[in-house]
């Protein structure tokens, strides 16, 4: 991750948060000549010791959305893949990574797939993540990420109407500006990728 960043840093990129992106797309603001977004799904422990610190030594941003229900508690979704009692983080180390720049975005209550689920538990689980998110925060949480990156025209709209400004879901594509703002692309970057 840290030589990742070394090459976007010497390159002269900038760093963004999905809000500020979505914003700046939907009111027409100017981007960065040659900008990436940084971002984190799930909420793990390990966000705050392993990439929170390579971020910060490089100035950087970045958003990490969080499966608000699992806060202090363990990835108990991950337990068909033996990672079920992996940390997440907890409120405090929330508060802290929003203080420090890093934005909070919601990712569910529960990380189910959200298109799989009739339209009230979705509502739930997206509505209820935000609410979670807010009240530890104490402030507005506008960006969404898709569990497992599925979505649909259902979801994309209950994510609209609980009140987020975007989403990003996972299409191994860039995001171009034209893209609607609740169905984000995305691409996994993992450790395979040399700088």
């Known amino acids: 991750f840290s ?19 979505a914003a700046r797309v939907r009111t027409g603001a100017s981007l960065p000549e040659k900008f990436v977004v ?8 390990d966000f705050l010791t392993g ?6 030594d490089f100035g950087f941003t970045a958003t990490l959305y969080v499966v608000a229900g699992l806060v202090g508690q363990t990835s108990r979704w991950l337990a068909p893949l033996g990672e079920g009692d ?3 983080l907890t409120a405090v180390e929330l508060q ?29 689980e997206i509505e209820g993540s935000r609410v979670v998110l807010e009240k530890i925060l104490e402030t507005s949480v506008v960006s969404f990420a898709y569990p497992h990156g599925y979505n649909s025209r259902k979801t994309r709209q209950i994510v609209k109407e609980a009140g ?5 879901r996972v299409r191994e594509a ?3 500006p034209g893209e609607c703002a ?9 450790e395979d990728l040399d700088p």
Not at 38 to 45: M, R, V
Not at 97 to 107: D, M, Q, R, V
Not at 182 to 190: E, F, K, P, Q
């Open 182 to 190: 609740y169905g984000m692309s995305r691409l996994v970057i993992t």
């Open 86 to 88: 992996r940390p997440m």
């Open 164 to 168: 987020y400004s975007s989403a990003v």
């Open 38 to 45: 940084i971002t984190f799904d799930d909420g793990l422990q």
């Open 174 to 176: 860039f995001s171009e």
């Open 51 to 56: 990439a929170f610190p390579i971020l910060r």
């Open 3 to 21: 030589s990742q960043l070394a090459v976007l840093s010497a390159q002269g990129y900038s760093v963004l948060n999905a809000g500020d992106y």
């Open 96 to 124: 802290h990574l929003a203080a420090s720049g890093i934005e909070i975005g919601g990712h569910s209550v529960t990380h189910p797939e959200l298109d799989t689920l009739p339209h009230r538990a979705a509502r739930d």
